[in-house]
């Protein structure tokens, strides 16, 4: 398995531009998570889902949107880039609900929004 | 709303000696999870130690023991005979029983002698 892939590991953007990023994972876990983190901080929830077609905010979901079309792919829209989204992003799974199930998570994305 | 605090932003240690790292956390809830997470240099988000509120004893994993003080809201992780590996950015985290959100500490950079 190759667990949670995330894509692009690093991306430049021009404020006003737009773009997605893409998480995948083939643990055919049933819920994903996408959290940011800024220098220096914990990381934050964006935005997370219990399962295709089922998507709910998170903590900072303000200026992001997401679609879970599939149990594996959980892309993560930026529509308007703004500096205020220079961070790193990371994409979460586990199997199931709860405190107990262990969340796997992707390597990250970094953005930088000049 | 739930808040992590990590009061130490940095600490070191000479290796194989033993290292305690703090967190607080301020919560109304009865039913929740506590977790550390690793952060080594390569990003990826490690859960080290899982530590469900409703349990008295304290969860340890090989090295790696929490003392979980709830009614003082303390959640301190000790490394024991620390390795050069465990040189990472350690996150403290809250999860409410029955919510998937996770909430971050801002983290303790933690760096092991040789």
């Known amino acids: 398995n190759a667990g949670v892939t995330q894509t692009p590991k690093f991306r430049i953007l021009k404020i006003g531009q737009s773009m997605t990023l893409q998480c995948t994972q083939d643990?055919?876990?049933?819920?994903m998570y996408w959290y940011r983190q800024d220098p220096g901080m914990g990381l934050k929830l964006i935005y997370y889902s219990v399962g295709a077609g089922i998507t709910d905010k998170g903590e900072v979901p303000n200026g992001y949107n997401v679609s879970r079309s599939t149990t594996e792919d959980f892309p993560l829209r930026l529509e308007l880039a703004a500096p205020s989204q220079t961070s790193v992003y990371f994409c979460?799974?586990?199997?199931?609900?709860?405190?107990?199930?262990?969340?796997?998570f992707g390597p990250g994305t970094r953005l930088l929004v000049l | 709303a739930q808040t992590v605090t990590q009061s130490q932003p940095e600490m070191s240690v000479q290796e194989a000696e033993t290292v305690t790292l703090s967190c607080t956390y301020d919560t109304s809830e009865s039913n929740y999870y506590l977790f550390w997470y690793k952060q080594p240099p390569s990003r990826q988000m490690i859960l080290v130690i899982r530590?469900?509120?409703?349990?008295?004893q304290n969860a340890t994993e090989n090295r790696f023991s929490v003392n979980f003080q709830k009614a003082a809201k303390s959640f301190s992780l000790k490394i024991s005979d620390s390795q050069l590996g465990d040189t990472a950015m350690y996150f403290c985290a809250f999860m409410k029983l029955g919510n998937e959100k996770l909430t971050f500490g801002t983290g303790t950079r933690l760096t092991i002698i040789p």
């Open positions: 530590q469900e509120a409703y349990k008295q």
């Open positions: 643990m055919n876990h049933n819920y």
């Open positions: 979460a799974s586990k199997r199931i609900a709860g405190g107990a199930e262990t969340q796997y």
